[in-house]
Nanobody, 124 residues
């Protein structure tokens, strides 16, 4: 069992930056950790993922070059650095953990642990 708690959301103007944090209740070595977002009326979308053992990362084209996922294993904490934010990045952002290697690290059904989410609002 893994509990995940996100923080760092907020309101920012377009072009600004935010860093999200996700604190895990236990060591997540050999997990796949991901960040997802969901806007009202839209499906949950994967925006970044990392294999904690190898450090291999995945991003969709919509955020590539703007978002960076990273981890601090000593603190059991996952981060998402978001730069050059756009109004279309507005959503609830969730941290997730997959205890088994997913076929596609950016698809939500692959993950079995989820945080409660943190809201990100980007104004134009």
């Amino acid at each position: 069992q893994v509990q995940l708690v996100e923080s760092g959301g907020g309101s920012v103007q377009a072009g600004g930056s935010l860093r999200l944090s996700c604190a895990a209740s236990r060591y997540t070595y050999n997990y796949c950790m991901g960040w997802f977002r969901q806007a009202p009326g839209k499906e949950r979308e994967g925006v970044a993922a990392i294999y904690t053992s190898s450090g291999l990362t995945y991003y969709p084209d919509s955020v590539k070059g703007r978002f960076t996922i990273s981890q601090d294993s000593a603190k059991n904490t996952l981060y998402l650095q978001m730069n050059s934010l756009k109004p279309e990045d507005t959503a609830m952002y969730y941290c997730a953990a997959a205890s088994s290697p997913p076929m596609n690290a950016l698809l939500a059904p692959a993950y079995n642990y989820w945080g409660q989410g943190t809201q990100v609002t980007v104004s134009s």
